[in-house]
């Protein structure tokens, strides 16, 4: 009994020590990760004052999802905490908050590049949505930013945990989003704006956070187990749906058996967008290869 006591002992010890050095690692390679630094050169961009484009920037800030992570007055909110994995803060952009003191060029370097302007990458800044964002329309966000009225509020630090850590190091958590984006300096357009594939195109990035690059849903990255994947989007998730049902799911929420979607699913903030950017929506989903949804 003795013998089988200390062998169990053993085994622990070792198992333990095995887990302290696998987070050793992963802890290391988090930290060197986060302290690399980015180069960006993006042609500087020009405020625009007209009352059209800052009332566009609004827009932008509320259909984009800017609202939802960090509040209709973006003075910053808890997004959600997951346990060992994350908590998720985000931070007050206003001109009272991290913005204060930033020119127009880093502010857009944060949204598109996920770069802070000391050169090192953000935390879970969804850069992947915004990256093709075009010059014409991050200039209106940014301005829209400037206009929100300065705020002190301070929602706190976002947190990475232990199993966060690991995750990160086993390449199953985009931590670092501005690793995985063009960094190179180069114009963006947007396609003209329409009720079109090519303009529901550059609206879908937006959406790629939640419901993966290619649309086919996934478990939103960071998120406790027990929220629900995100769904597929192609036509092999979509199924039987109407262009007026996927209206229905923006403007209402609703599924079209009447029943509610998720609540996590930002539809709030999809509802008021434009018919037309709906429509542009709906027709590039029309255009996906059906893919099978993903197991989480």
Same mark, same amino acid.
């Not at 990160?168 to 114009?187: C, I, N, Q, T, W």
């Not at 893919?291 to 989480?296: D, H, L, T």
């Given at each position: 009994m003795r013998k089988l006591l200390k062998w169990i002992a053993t085994l622990i010890g070792v198992l333990v020590l095995a887990a302290l050095v696998a987070f050793g690692l992963a802890w290391v390679k988090t930290d060197r990760a986060m302290a690399r630094t980015y180069t960006v050169n993006d042609l500087p961009l020009t405020l625009p004052t007209d009352a059209a484009a800052l009332a566009h920037g609004g827009h932008l800030f509320v259909t984009r999802g800017c609202a939802d992570c960090h509040g209709k007055d973006g003075a910053?909110?808890?997004?959600?905490?997951? =346990?060992?994995?994350?908590? /998720?803060?985000? &931070?007050?952009?206003?001109? =009272? =908050?991290?913005? *204060?003191? #930033?020119?127009?060029? @880093?502010i857009a370097a944060a949204i598109r590049h996920g770069v802070k302007p000391d050169g090192r990458p953000m935390v879970f800044m969804p850069t992947t949505d915004f990256h093709e964002?075009?010059?014409?329309?991050?200039?209106?966000?940014?301005a829209h930013l400037q206009s929100l009225p300065a705020s002190a509020n301070d929602p706190g630090? /976002? @947190?990475?945990?232990? /199993?966060?850590? /690991?995750?990160?190091?086993?390449? *199953?958590? &985009?931590? #670092?989003?501005?690793?995985?984006?063009?960094?190179?300096?180069?114009?963006?357009?947007? &396609?003209?704006a329409g009720a079109t594939a090519a303009y529901g195109q550059y609206l879908a990035h937006g959406c790629t956070g939640c419901h993966g690059n290619d649309l086919a849903g996934q478990h939103v990255p960071g998120t406790p187990p027990s929220f629900k994947d995100a769904q597929n989007l192609t036509p092999a998730g979509i199924g039987t749906w109407k262009e007026a049902d996927f209206r229905r799911a923006l403007r209402e929420g609703k599924r079209p058996d009447g029943s509610d979607i998720d609540p996590f699913m930002p539809w709030q903030a999809f509802s008021t967008m434009s018919d037309e950017e709906i429509s542009a929506l709906w027709a590039y989903l029309q255009t996906l290869p059906p893919?099978?949804?993903?197991?989480?």
């Open positions: 910053g909110r808890l997004v959600f905490d997951a =346990g060992p994995v994350i908590k /998720l803060v985000a &931070p007050n952009i206003t001109r =009272g =908050g991290v913005t *204060k003191g #930033l020119t127009v060029d @880093q964002m075009s010059d014409a329309d991050t200039a209106a966000l940014i630090k /976002l @947190q990475i945990r232990p /199993l966060g850590i /690991l995750m990160y190091a086993m390449g *199953k958590f &985009p931590l #670092l989003p501005a690793e995985d984006v063009d960094h190179s300096p180069r114009s963006r357009l947007a &396609p003209p893919v099978a949804s993903k197991k989480s």
